[in-house]
């Protein structure tokens, strides 16, 4: 047992010895054949979200909106967000709840779906197509609900 020890304690004075102080050479090492290659840093360009991402900027304009337009008074209605759009004072102006002046016929309106967040764009174009009663000209032959016609229970 001695004889490890002692050979133990001749080694690392020899290594001592061996070292000159400045400069240590410590360290651990492996190198077999060629050095390995410099690694390579690929920059990925910063063009936005992945494809599985929520739309936002440009992706986002291209979704359309979804809308309620009451002729009659001539009010839209962002489905999804539940604002008003409506004429004030000769200017559109945009709220989440109506004014008491403006009515709403909740049975006449039309279901639009357009490209932009400002639907008040196409009023012109949407007031001459309904006209004030939530359909285009020529709605198509209907069968109507029989009023007048002496069908249902109160023929005489």
């Not at 004075?13 to 070292?19: D, I, V």
């Not at 989440?96 to 639009?112: A, G, I």
Request: hydrophobic share 30%.
């Amino acid at each position: 047992m001695k004889k490890v020890l002692l050979t133990g304690i001749g080694t690392l004075l020899l290594a001592g010895c061996a070292m000159d102080g400045r400069n240590p050479n410590v360290g651990v090492g492996v190198s077999v054949g060629n050095p390995a290659p410099e690694p390579v840093i690929v920059a990925t360009p910063r063009g936005g979200p992945p494809p599985w991402a929520p739309a936002h900027g440009r992706r986002a304009k291209e979704v359309r909106y979804r809308y309620q337009y009451y002729p009659a008074s001539g009010v839209y209605v962002n489905v999804s967000t539940g604002s008003y759009f409506y004429m004030n004072g000769g200017s559109w102006q945009v709220g989440m709840t109506l004014p008491s002046t403006f009515m709403l016929d909740r049975s006449n309106y039309v279901s639009l779906e357009l490209e932009t967040d400002r639907p008040y764009l196409y009023f012109e174009e949407h007031k001459v197509k309904y006209k004030g009663n939530g359909r285009p000209d020529n709605p198509g032959r209907g069968r109507g609900n029989g009023k007048g016609k002496g069908h249902g229970r109160d023929r005489d």
